[in-house]
């Protein structure tokens, strides 16, 4: 939304809880930093017929805002392709970008995949004017205040976020898990009856669980099937509105929301940040409190193990890419990776991580996510309240671990909803009130998870294949179009080369979205 106030203008991408007549008014008595503590999930653009630019980004910094500087002129905007041509650059891959999606399936810092243009960090003030440029950043973690462990605050944190956010016709995502649970049992407790929307095949369990959740609660639910021609009708704008860093085995989120139709006047609830509460990169009980005795050891095999786990291209194909390319993916360039996400951690282990997920996975993956989600609906998680993010972060190891606080808010907000299984739990039938000892161990992991992801079986499909063969030679900069053959008959034949044909799709789609 954007107002006019004399010859300045405010525009505000994402939502906060004041208007923007508002927080216009407020910028010109007060300036900049009064803005600094609105609630809510946005970047907000000021600019003046003076040429002066004022971009202020939530804490989070999950709503994506870009800028270059270029022969003294500052050119900004949400879409990286809109900025490449305002401002004339030539395109160029940032490999360390390229590398980091390559591996992470997430860029991380304030890269794009131009080296010249940058995304403006979480928690900023970015000033333009007379050719100047001024940049203010403050992490939100280190604003964070030490304070008493209280797993009902955050609960009641969450409830407040949601009272103050739901609207009349709340729409929510569902899935069978963990955050989209604690959602709708605040929903539950605060007197709403959401409409549900769940994505995937019949057999998901996703798809089996929130079926019953509905049934038991008397809700509205709905279940979308995506099919494939509907990934080819929207990768142009999906690219787009993610600037060419989403692998396209996750571009689901922009299709399913789509395609419910959600009304314009209706609230879109989704999990994102949930994760925050949960030891979302190593949820392994003793084993990662014994880690946090030594963490920068415990870090670094971590992550080389991490980035080992799951190669995008094996150690021999590396050959068939481009050198700069596959010297980030190679031995050095690796391990470089490796010390660079250790040092975001901060030297701690459980915490550095949970870091490293508040302040790299969502600004850079998530928040893609969350473009897609606002590009057809009024997207909204309660999530992002930096009350409810404030009383987490003070939460001890143990109720992260297993997802514990998840089941107290559930257990508080409605016990109901623990009759139904959680994913890869220990009760085929319900869900616990605490995660047992040992959780994380396959003899303790017997409820059988049959995932949404239709990936897979979309890279075997005959009209998938001939899009990638006939349109290979668009990324010959970056990789041997016969090395994508062999790839693709491997993946044909039974293997699983999801990882590579997504990231492949997604460079072809994005060079598709820059090339003139």
């Known amino acids: ?12 991408i994402g939502y906060c809880d004041s208007s923007e007549a508002d927080l216009l008014g407020r910028f010109l008595r007060q300036g900049s930093r009064a803005l600094a503590g609105t609630e809510g999930e946005y970047t907000l653009v000021i600019e003046s017929g003076g040429g002066d630019v004022t971009v202020i980004t939530s804490p989070v910094g999950a709503t994506h805002y870009f800028y270059t500087q270029q022969q003294g002129r500052l050119f900004h905007g949400d879409r990286v392709a809109d900025i490449l041509r305002r401002s004339g650059l030539a395109w160029q891959w940032n490999w360390q970008a ?23 960090p979480p928690g900023s003030i970015l000033h333009g004017s007379d050719g100047r440029l001024s940049l203010s950043s403050v992490a939100t973690i280190d604003r964070i205040q030490p304070g008493p462990a209280d797993p009902d605050a955050a609960v009641d944190a969450l409830n ?69 021609e509907e990934f080819f009708a929207h990768a142009p704008t999906i690219s787009s509105l993610t600037n060419g860093t989403k692998p396209a085995c996750h571009w689901h989120t922009y299709l399913y929301p789509l395609k419910a139709a959600i009304p314009s ?81 901060h030297g701690e282990f459980l915490d550095g991580l949970t870091r490293y997920y508040f302040e790299q996975r969502v600004p850079n993956f998530y928040a893609n996510g969350i473009a897609m989600y606002r590009a057809s609906s009024a997207w909204r998680s309660p999530f992002h309240d930096r009350r409810w993010i404030e009383t987490i972060w003070n939460l001890p190891d143990g109720w992260k671990l297993g997802s514990n606080w998840h089941r107290h808010a559930i257990a508080r ?36 998870y049959v995932s949404y992801d239709l990936s897979a079986d979309w890279y075997r499909d005959p009209r998938m294949l001939a899009f990638l063969r006939q349109h290979t030679e668009v990324i010959g900069d970056l990789v041997d179009p016969a090395l994508v053959g062999r790839i693709l008959e491997a993946h044909a034949a039974g293997g699983d080369r999801t990882r590579s044909l997504a990231f492949l799709l997604t460079l072809i789609f994005w060079k598709q979205v820059i090339t003139p």
């Open 265 to 345: 006047d209706a609230t879109f609830f989704v999990g994102t940040l949930g994760e925050f509460a949960r030891s979302y990169y190593f949820d392994r009980g003793w084993l990662g409190r014994l880690a946090s005795l030594a963490p920068e050891a415990a870090l670094g095999r971590f992550w080389r193990m991490k980035l080992a786990r799951h190669p995008t291209f094996l150690a021999e194909e590396l050959g068939h890419l481009a050198p700069q390319l596959a010297a980030e993916l190679a031995g050095e360039g690796s391990e470089r990776r490796a010390d660079r996400l250790s040092g975001f951690c």
């Open 1 to 12: 939304m954007t107002i006019q106030l004399g010859d300045h203008r405010l525009t505000c």
């Open 160 to 228: 407040n976020a949601m009272a103050g956010l739901a609207g009349e016709t709340p729409y929510l995502s569902l899935s069978g898990g963990f955050d989209s649970r604690v959602i709708l049992a605040s929903m539950l407790h605060l007197g709403l009856r959401p409409h549900l929307i769940t994505t995937g095949r019949e057999e998901a369990t996703d798809v089996q669980v929130a079926r019953r959740m509905a049934q038991r609660f008397g809700l509205p639910h709905q279940l979308i099937s995506l099919d494939l």
């Open 413 to 448: 907000n409605c016990p109901e909803l623990l009759a139904f299984p959680e994913e890869n739990g220990f009760d085929r039938h319900r869900m616990l009130t605490k995660a047992p000892p040992l959780y994380w161990t396959p003899p303790l992991r017997r409820a059988r």
């Open 98 to 120: 390229l590398g980091d999606l390559c591996q992470l399936e997430n860029l991380t810092d304030n890269q794009t995949l131009h080296p010249e243009i940058h995304r403006v």
